[in-house]
């Protein structure tokens, strides 16, 4: 990931009083529905682990093998498995309702347990004494979904995480397929919940959004109805891909009839553009939280000038006073704009 020869540009500068204390180092890329690049800035043509914004992809054989429907899965449960969820209340009770209809339980999860980041539902819990569960971990809806994948085609769930399993296969397969790069060509890892991620240049998983904003659409194990039952379900129920100020959740809340899109873990972000057949995908080179939020407002901002439902997100990660505990300000997050390599707005 860290190449000193050839960094990424800047992207973003943090300042205190007169001077710039951090900066952040990033790449993006914008690309249409064939995968041809719109716009592109630093070194997309690299790498990159996709974390938590594969969940859509990664449900794509739960709906196309027939199992969503046929074992009664609702649309708000499916946004549930596609979530990096905050551990609330409403979601754990989600997963626990997909969990049961297989006949699984909590014990069955191979996520791990961690807090929920929700803090008031985590500070509840410890007043409570209320023990963590994997219920809580953020990707405790995906793997509720694998359990039912491989519950309704009658493999083992014991294993459901190793990458040589059926439904894992499936998986790589459909994002081969759906993001155009061969299976030999996806560096496989795991990720922070222990199931398979993979790594592939970011125009590839920018491809996978604009091909899911639009989903009209037939691929090779996705389907365009497979891909539409996926993108609304979670432009319906945006609070359960997320929670509380959340970003992806306020994103689609605000303006879900222009984009969809997904965070990820290190610095990772996707979004489609619904209604101009392009995707995008978004890398902070350090990995820091929550810049990435800040470089996919200003690139909306771009492609959705003057849209009303991202004016009130802007005040909160595009246009950032920086404050201490006494409210201060004590200076100022600011976008830098890079000349994109590749542009063609026509």
Request: with cysteine; charged share 20%; hydrophobic share 35%.
């Amino acid at each position: 990931m860290c190449d000193h020869h050839s960094p990424d540009p800047v992207l973003v500068v943090d300042t205190r009083g007169d001077i710039v204390e951090s900066c952040y180092r990033g790449t993006y890329a914008v690309v249409d529905l064939d995968g041809r690049i719109v716009e592109a800035v630093g070194r997309w043509q690299r790498p990159v682990f996709t974390r938590s914004a594969l969940k859509y992809f990664q449900q794509i054989p739960l709906v196309e093998s027939g199992a969503y429907q046929a074992l009664g899965l609702t649309e708000e449960e499916l946004a549930v498995a596609c979530a990096s969820h905050s551990g609330e209340p409403v979601h754990i009770r989600a997963v626990q309702r997909i969990l049961q209809k297989v006949g699984c339980s909590e014990k069955d999860l191979g996520c791990g347990v961690h807090p929920p980041t929700h803090q008031a539902t985590r500070h509840r819990m410890i007043r409570e004494g209320t023990p963590f569960s994997p219920l809580h971990n953020n990707c405790s809806g995906k793997h509720a979904a694998f359990l039912a994948l491989a519950v309704y085609g009658g493999y083992s769930t014991h294993d459901y995480l190793d990458v040589h399993h059926p439904i894992q296969k499936m998986i790589r397969q459909t994002v081969s397929s759906v993001m155009d790069i061969p299976e030999s060509e996806l560096i496989a890892g795991i990720d922070g919940c222990s199931a398979p991620n993979y790594a592939m240049p970011l125009d590839r998983l920018a491809l996978g959004f604009a091909r899911l904003a639009d989903a009209s659409r037939d691929y090779p194990r996705a389907s365009a109805a497979a891909l539409r039952t996926i993108r609304d379900a979670v432009r319906k129920h945006p609070y359960m891909v997320g929670g509380e100020n959340r970003y992806c959740t306020q994103l689609m809340e605000a303006a879900g009839d222009h984009v969809i899109g997904k965070t990820g873990a290190a610095g990772v972000y996707g979004f489609g553009l619904l209604q101009k057949n392009m995707g995008g995908a978004v890398k902070v080179e350090s990995g820091v939280g929550e810049i990435q939020y800040f470089i996919v407002q200003g690139l909306l901002n771009q492609w959705l000038p003057a849209n009303r439902f991202l004016q009130e997100l802007d005040k909160i990660y595009l246009h950032r006073d920086l404050t201490n505990w006494n409210k201060y300000i004590t200076g100022h997050r600011n976008l830098l704009k890079n000349e994109p390599r590749v542009k063609d707005f026509s």
